[in-house]
Protein backbone atom coordinates (compact mmCIF):
# COMPACT_ATOMS: atom_id res chain seq x y z
CA UNK A 1 0.00 0.00 0.00
CA UNK A 2 2.89 2.14 0.49
CA UNK A 3 4.04 1.75 -2.77
CA UNK A 4 0.75 2.12 -4.31
CA UNK A 5 0.35 5.38 -2.18
CA UNK A 6 3.92 7.01 -3.64
CA UNK A 7 3.54 5.81 -7.11
CA UNK A 8 0.79 8.83 -7.59
CA UNK A 9 3.23 11.08 -5.75
CA UNK A 10 5.57 10.41 -8.00
CA UNK A 11 3.88 11.16 -11.37
CA UNK A 12 2.64 14.44 -10.02
CA UNK A 13 5.94 15.49 -8.66
CA UNK A 14 7.12 16.72 -12.11
CA UNK A 15 4.04 18.17 -13.10
CA UNK A 16 4.30 20.48 -9.75
CA UNK A 17 8.16 21.03 -10.28
CA UNK A 18 6.72 22.81 -13.47
CA UNK A 19 4.53 25.16 -12.48
CA UNK A 20 6.61 28.12 -12.32
CA UNK A 21 6.35 28.14 -15.89
CA UNK A 22 2.87 28.90 -16.22
CA UNK A 23 2.65 30.76 -13.11
CA UNK A 24 5.59 33.29 -14.90
CA UNK A 25 3.63 33.59 -18.05
CA UNK A 26 1.70 36.45 -17.17
CA UNK A 27 4.03 38.27 -16.01
CA UNK A 28 5.73 37.87 -19.55
CA UNK A 29 3.55 40.95 -21.24
CA UNK A 30 3.87 43.46 -18.42
CA UNK A 31 7.73 42.95 -18.07
CA UNK A 32 7.81 43.78 -21.47
CA UNK A 33 5.39 46.76 -21.41
CA UNK A 34 7.91 48.30 -18.48
CA UNK A 35 11.04 47.38 -21.02
CA UNK A 36 9.20 49.21 -23.75
CA UNK A 37 8.95 52.26 -21.63
CA UNK A 38 12.45 52.14 -20.00
CA UNK A 39 13.65 51.78 -23.31
CA UNK A 40 11.70 55.32 -24.55
CA UNK A 41 13.28 56.60 -21.75
CA UNK A 42 16.73 55.98 -22.83
CA UNK A 43 17.26 54.59 -19.27
CA UNK A 44 16.56 57.71 -17.58
CA UNK A 45 13.86 57.39 -14.14
CA UNK A 46 12.41 60.75 -14.34
CA UNK A 47 11.50 60.37 -17.73
CA UNK A 48 10.37 56.35 -16.94
CA UNK A 49 7.91 58.50 -14.19
CA UNK A 50 6.81 60.67 -16.43
CA UNK A 51 5.64 58.44 -19.60
CA UNK A 52 4.63 55.84 -17.15
CA UNK A 53 2.16 58.99 -15.52
CA UNK A 54 0.73 59.86 -18.74
CA UNK A 55 1.36 56.78 -21.60
CA UNK A 56 -1.66 55.25 -22.78
CA UNK A 57 -2.37 51.67 -21.60
CA UNK A 58 -4.42 50.76 -24.06
CA UNK A 59 -1.51 52.06 -26.44
CA UNK A 60 1.07 49.89 -24.60
CA UNK A 61 -1.75 46.87 -25.01
CA UNK A 62 -1.86 47.42 -28.51
CA UNK A 63 1.80 46.74 -28.88
CA UNK A 64 1.69 43.68 -27.14
CA UNK A 65 -1.49 41.91 -29.40
CA UNK A 66 0.29 43.03 -32.67
CA UNK A 67 3.00 41.15 -31.14
CA UNK A 68 1.49 38.21 -30.30
CA UNK A 69 -0.08 37.71 -33.76
CA UNK A 70 2.70 36.18 -34.73
CA UNK A 71 4.31 34.96 -31.68
CA UNK A 72 0.90 33.29 -30.11
CA UNK A 73 0.42 30.61 -33.01
CA UNK A 74 4.08 29.87 -33.27
CA UNK A 75 4.02 28.89 -29.45
CA UNK A 76 0.56 27.00 -30.10
CA UNK A 77 1.84 25.06 -33.25
CA UNK A 78 5.16 24.16 -31.54
CA UNK A 79 3.94 22.63 -28.34
CA UNK A 80 0.86 20.67 -29.91
CA UNK A 81 4.16 19.04 -32.22
CA UNK A 82 6.66 18.56 -29.38
CA UNK A 83 4.64 16.68 -26.88
CA UNK A 84 3.06 14.22 -29.05
CA UNK A 85 6.17 13.79 -30.62
CA UNK A 86 7.73 12.84 -27.36
CA UNK A 87 5.22 10.59 -26.64
CA UNK A 88 4.84 8.60 -29.82
CA UNK A 89 8.39 8.42 -29.57
CA UNK A 90 9.67 7.14 -26.08
CA UNK A 91 5.91 6.25 -24.92
CA UNK A 92 6.54 7.73 -21.80
CA UNK A 93 5.01 11.67 -20.88
CA UNK A 94 6.75 14.86 -20.02
CA UNK A 95 5.50 18.40 -19.31
CA UNK A 96 5.54 19.85 -22.80
CA UNK A 97 3.24 17.18 -23.21
CA UNK A 98 0.66 17.59 -20.51
CA UNK A 99 1.06 21.23 -21.62
CA UNK A 100 0.53 20.24 -25.52
CA UNK A 101 -3.11 18.28 -23.85
CA UNK A 102 -4.40 21.53 -21.92
CA UNK A 103 -4.54 22.81 -25.38
CA UNK A 104 -8.40 22.51 -27.25
CA UNK A 105 -8.41 21.88 -31.08
CA UNK A 106 -10.38 25.13 -31.42
CA UNK A 107 -7.25 26.66 -30.13
CA UNK A 108 -4.93 25.07 -32.65
CA UNK A 109 -7.14 25.94 -35.24
CA UNK A 110 -7.49 29.82 -34.14
CA UNK A 111 -3.75 30.16 -33.91
CA UNK A 112 -2.88 28.82 -37.70
CA UNK A 113 -5.73 31.47 -38.80
CA UNK A 114 -3.96 34.25 -36.92
CA UNK A 115 -0.61 33.21 -38.46
CA UNK A 116 -2.45 32.91 -42.06
CA UNK A 117 -3.04 36.46 -41.55
CA UNK A 118 -0.22 38.09 -39.44
CA UNK A 119 2.66 35.83 -40.73
CA UNK A 120 4.65 36.84 -43.62
CA UNK A 121 4.65 35.28 -47.06
CA UNK A 122 8.56 33.15 -46.46
CA UNK A 123 7.28 31.63 -43.47
CA UNK A 124 3.43 30.56 -44.49
CA UNK A 125 5.43 27.12 -46.00
CA UNK A 126 6.28 26.90 -42.23
CA UNK A 127 2.78 27.45 -40.80
CA UNK A 128 1.62 24.77 -43.34
CA UNK A 129 4.50 22.22 -42.10
CA UNK A 130 4.06 22.62 -38.58
CA UNK A 131 -0.34 22.32 -39.16
CA UNK A 132 0.54 18.79 -41.22
CA UNK A 133 2.85 17.89 -38.15
CA UNK A 134 0.28 18.76 -35.79
CA UNK A 135 -2.52 17.02 -37.42
CA UNK A 136 -0.60 13.76 -37.95
CA UNK A 137 0.73 13.58 -34.95
CA UNK A 138 -2.59 14.18 -33.46
CA UNK A 139 -4.25 11.13 -35.49
CA UNK A 140 -1.61 9.03 -34.65
CA UNK A 141 -1.99 9.26 -30.71
CA UNK A 142 -5.75 9.45 -30.74
CA UNK A 143 -6.67 6.38 -33.73
CA UNK A 144 -3.79 4.46 -33.87
CA UNK A 145 -4.67 1.62 -35.37
CA UNK A 146 -6.54 3.10 -38.34
CA UNK A 147 -4.03 2.67 -41.19
CA UNK A 148 -6.07 3.95 -43.80
CA UNK A 149 -6.25 7.30 -42.15
CA UNK A 150 -2.96 7.79 -40.80
CA UNK A 151 -1.13 6.80 -44.54
CA UNK A 152 -3.74 9.24 -46.07
CA UNK A 153 -2.85 11.84 -43.24
CA UNK A 154 0.80 11.60 -42.86
CA UNK A 155 1.77 10.65 -46.29
CA UNK A 156 -0.64 11.45 -48.60
CA UNK A 157 -2.11 15.05 -48.03
CA UNK A 158 2.09 16.05 -47.14
CA UNK A 159 3.16 15.05 -50.35
CA UNK A 160 0.10 16.34 -52.28
CA UNK A 161 0.18 20.23 -50.34
CA UNK A 162 3.78 20.03 -50.45
CA UNK A 163 4.12 19.88 -54.41
CA UNK A 164 1.03 22.85 -54.29
CA UNK A 165 2.83 24.62 -52.41
CA UNK A 166 5.93 24.38 -54.44
CA UNK A 167 4.02 25.12 -57.77
CA UNK A 168 2.43 27.57 -56.21
CA UNK A 169 5.74 29.61 -54.65
CA UNK A 170 7.70 28.68 -58.08
CA UNK A 171 8.32 32.52 -59.25
CA UNK A 172 9.41 33.37 -55.53
CA UNK A 173 11.49 30.25 -55.36
CA UNK A 174 12.94 31.40 -59.09
CA UNK A 175 13.71 34.93 -58.21
CA UNK A 176 15.18 33.74 -55.02
CA UNK A 177 17.77 31.91 -56.80
CA UNK A 178 18.52 34.47 -59.53
CA UNK A 179 19.08 36.93 -56.49
CA UNK A 180 21.34 34.64 -54.56
CA UNK A 181 18.81 34.92 -51.88
CA UNK A 182 19.79 31.68 -49.38
CA UNK A 183 17.63 32.37 -46.33
CA UNK A 184 14.48 33.38 -48.81
CA UNK A 185 15.01 30.40 -50.58
CA UNK A 186 15.43 27.98 -47.61
CA UNK A 187 11.79 28.99 -46.55
CA UNK A 188 10.20 28.81 -49.47
CA UNK A 189 11.46 24.89 -50.52
CA UNK A 190 12.51 23.41 -46.95
CA UNK A 191 9.21 23.10 -45.10
CA UNK A 192 7.09 21.70 -48.00
CA UNK A 193 9.88 18.88 -48.61
CA UNK A 194 9.82 18.25 -45.14
CA UNK A 195 6.28 17.70 -44.90
CA UNK A 196 5.90 13.94 -44.83
CA UNK A 197 8.68 13.48 -42.38
CA UNK A 198 7.05 15.53 -39.34
CA UNK A 199 3.92 13.81 -39.52
CA UNK A 200 5.52 10.81 -37.31
CA UNK A 201 7.17 9.42 -34.29
CA UNK A 202 11.64 9.64 -34.03
CA UNK A 203 13.94 7.13 -33.43
CA UNK A 204 13.24 6.59 -29.34
CA UNK A 205 17.10 7.54 -28.31
CA UNK A 206 16.83 10.62 -30.03
CA UNK A 207 13.14 11.97 -29.30
CA UNK A 208 15.01 13.56 -25.63
CA UNK A 209 17.44 15.07 -27.00
CA UNK A 210 15.15 16.44 -30.00
CA UNK A 211 12.15 17.44 -28.08
CA UNK A 212 14.04 19.05 -25.22
CA UNK A 213 16.76 20.84 -27.38
CA UNK A 214 13.94 22.30 -29.40
CA UNK A 215 12.15 23.34 -26.25
CA UNK A 216 14.56 25.24 -24.68
CA UNK A 217 15.38 26.34 -27.97
CA UNK A 218 12.39 27.73 -28.30
CA UNK A 219 12.08 29.07 -24.54
CA UNK A 220 14.73 31.33 -24.93
CA UNK A 221 14.26 32.41 -28.53
CA UNK A 222 10.83 33.71 -28.25
CA UNK A 223 10.92 36.37 -25.23
CA UNK A 224 14.29 37.37 -27.12
CA UNK A 225 12.05 37.91 -29.91
CA UNK A 226 8.89 39.27 -28.63
CA UNK A 227 11.07 41.69 -26.74
CA UNK A 228 13.29 43.04 -30.08
CA UNK A 229 9.89 43.33 -31.77
CA UNK A 230 7.75 45.62 -28.87
CA UNK A 231 11.18 47.61 -28.59
CA UNK A 232 11.05 48.94 -31.61
CA UNK A 233 7.43 49.41 -31.61
CA UNK A 234 6.10 52.90 -31.76
CA UNK A 235 4.02 53.67 -28.02
CA UNK A 236 3.27 57.84 -29.10
CA UNK A 237 2.37 59.98 -32.05
CA UNK A 238 5.47 61.28 -33.71
CA UNK A 239 5.00 64.69 -34.47
CA UNK A 240 6.98 67.78 -35.45
CA UNK A 241 6.69 71.51 -34.11
CA UNK A 242 7.46 74.59 -35.08
CA UNK A 243 8.13 76.47 -32.00
CA UNK A 244 8.62 80.57 -32.18
CA UNK A 245 11.37 82.76 -29.70
CA UNK A 246 8.37 84.95 -28.72
CA UNK A 247 4.38 84.78 -28.40
CA UNK A 248 2.63 84.61 -31.79
CA UNK A 249 6.48 85.15 -33.86
CA UNK A 250 7.63 83.30 -36.71
CA UNK A 251 8.72 80.00 -36.59
CA UNK A 252 12.44 80.14 -35.51
CA UNK A 253 12.84 75.98 -35.08
CA UNK A 254 11.41 72.63 -35.29
CA UNK A 255 11.24 70.35 -32.75
CA UNK A 256 10.75 66.37 -33.62
CA UNK A 257 9.64 64.17 -31.25
CA UNK A 258 6.57 61.98 -29.73
CA UNK A 259 3.87 64.00 -27.72
CA UNK A 260 3.43 63.07 -23.80
CA UNK A 261 0.91 65.05 -22.89
CA UNK A 262 -1.03 68.54 -23.84
CA UNK A 263 -3.01 70.79 -21.94
CA UNK A 264 -4.18 74.32 -22.09
CA UNK A 265 -0.56 75.70 -21.09
CA UNK A 266 2.16 73.29 -22.20
CA UNK A 267 2.78 70.32 -24.36
CA UNK A 268 5.31 67.98 -23.64
CA UNK A 269 7.28 66.11 -26.18
CA UNK A 270 9.92 63.86 -26.17
CA UNK A 271 12.87 64.10 -28.33
CA UNK A 272 14.51 61.29 -30.51
CA UNK A 273 17.45 62.26 -28.05
CA UNK A 274 15.32 61.26 -25.08
CA UNK A 275 14.85 64.54 -23.42
CA UNK A 276 11.98 65.76 -22.13
CA UNK A 277 10.64 69.73 -23.63
CA UNK A 278 8.36 71.40 -22.30
CA UNK A 279 6.88 73.90 -24.66
CA UNK A 280 4.15 76.85 -23.98
CA UNK A 281 1.15 76.72 -26.19
CA UNK A 282 1.70 80.68 -27.45
CA UNK A 283 4.91 79.56 -28.58
CA UNK A 284 3.53 77.30 -30.98
CA UNK A 285 3.07 78.13 -34.43
CA UNK A 286 2.42 74.69 -36.38
CA UNK A 287 2.43 70.89 -36.07
CA UNK A 288 2.10 67.90 -38.31
CA UNK A 289 2.04 64.35 -37.69
CA UNK A 290 4.93 62.43 -39.21
CA UNK A 291 5.22 59.05 -40.07
CA UNK A 292 7.27 56.12 -38.59
CA UNK A 293 10.51 55.21 -40.77
CA UNK A 294 9.18 51.98 -42.48
CA UNK A 295 11.56 49.20 -42.67
CA UNK A 296 13.72 48.93 -45.85
CA UNK A 297 12.64 45.50 -47.08
CA UNK A 298 15.88 43.20 -47.04
CA UNK A 299 14.68 41.19 -50.32
CA UNK A 300 12.87 42.30 -53.57
CA UNK A 301 11.88 38.57 -53.93
CA UNK A 302 8.04 38.60 -54.51
CA UNK A 303 4.66 36.51 -55.46
CA UNK A 304 2.45 38.72 -57.97
CA UNK A 305 3.26 41.86 -56.03
CA UNK A 306 3.29 40.33 -52.77
CA UNK A 307 6.74 40.74 -50.77
CA UNK A 308 7.55 37.87 -49.11
CA UNK A 309 8.10 40.19 -45.70
CA UNK A 310 4.53 41.39 -46.10
CA UNK A 311 1.96 39.70 -44.16
CA UNK A 312 -1.42 38.37 -45.67
CA UNK A 313 -3.36 41.37 -43.32
CA UNK A 314 -0.68 43.93 -44.36
CA UNK A 315 -0.75 43.43 -47.85
CA UNK A 316 -4.45 43.01 -48.11
CA UNK A 317 -5.32 46.12 -45.97
CA UNK A 318 -5.64 49.39 -47.54
CA UNK A 319 -2.08 51.28 -48.34
CA UNK A 320 -1.72 54.59 -46.97
CA UNK A 321 -2.56 57.43 -48.94
CA UNK A 322 0.85 58.61 -51.17
CA UNK A 323 1.94 62.56 -49.71
CA UNK A 324 4.61 64.37 -50.51
CA UNK A 325 7.46 64.20 -47.25
CA UNK A 326 6.78 67.32 -44.92
CA UNK A 327 9.73 68.98 -44.35
CA UNK A 328 8.90 69.71 -40.29
CA UNK A 329 9.52 66.81 -40.35
CA UNK A 330 12.62 66.71 -41.70
CA UNK A 331 14.10 69.45 -38.49
CA UNK A 332 13.44 72.27 -41.06
CA UNK A 333 10.64 75.04 -41.05
CA UNK A 334 7.74 74.65 -43.43
CA UNK A 335 7.14 76.09 -46.52
CA UNK A 336 3.63 77.84 -47.45
CA UNK A 337 2.65 75.13 -49.75
CA UNK A 338 3.26 72.59 -46.74
CA UNK A 339 0.80 74.83 -44.65
CA UNK A 340 -2.50 73.68 -44.00
CA UNK A 341 -4.98 76.67 -44.74
CA UNK A 342 -5.68 77.65 -40.66
CA UNK A 343 -1.73 77.41 -40.32
CA UNK A 344 -1.31 79.53 -43.10
CA UNK A 345 -3.52 81.84 -41.88
CA UNK A 346 -1.76 82.04 -38.33
CA UNK A 347 1.82 82.44 -39.68
CA UNK A 348 0.52 85.14 -41.53
CA UNK A 349 -1.22 87.27 -39.65
CA UNK A 350 0.83 86.47 -36.12
CA UNK A 351 3.58 89.54 -37.88
CA UNK A 352 0.83 91.69 -38.75
CA UNK A 353 -0.48 91.68 -35.38
CA UNK A 354 2.45 92.23 -33.59
CA UNK A 355 3.58 94.82 -35.99
CA UNK A 356 0.06 97.16 -35.33
CA UNK A 357 0.88 96.12 -31.49
CA UNK A 358 4.16 98.02 -31.76
CA UNK A 359 2.87 101.09 -33.48
CA UNK A 360 0.25 101.61 -30.67
CA UNK A 361 0.95 104.66 -28.44
Known sequence: ??????????????????EWVLTLLPAFPLVLLVMRLWYASRQDTQTLLLLVQYVSPLGLLTTVLLTLVWVLPAVVLAGRVLGPLYRLSTRRSVWVARAADRVPDWVVGVAVAMGLLGWQLRFLPTL???????????????????RTAIRAVCLVLPVVAGVLVLSVLRTAIAQALEQADVSTLLLLTVPPVLG????????????PLVVHGLTWTLVVLFPLVAGAVVLRSPI???VAVEIAAEPDGRAEQVTVGYVIASDDRLVTVLERSGAVRFIRNDLLV????????????????????????????????????????????????AV???????????????????????RRP
Open 1 to 18: MAAEAGAPGRGRAPQRNQ
Open 128 to 146: LMLTLAVAGLTLRERRPLN
Open 196 to 207: PLVTGPVPARAA
Open 236 to 238: LPL
Open 286 to 333: SQVLCPEPSAVPHTTVNLHGWNVEQSALSWLAPAPGATLPDSRCEGRP
Open 336 to 358: PAELTRDEAAVSVSAPKERAQGG
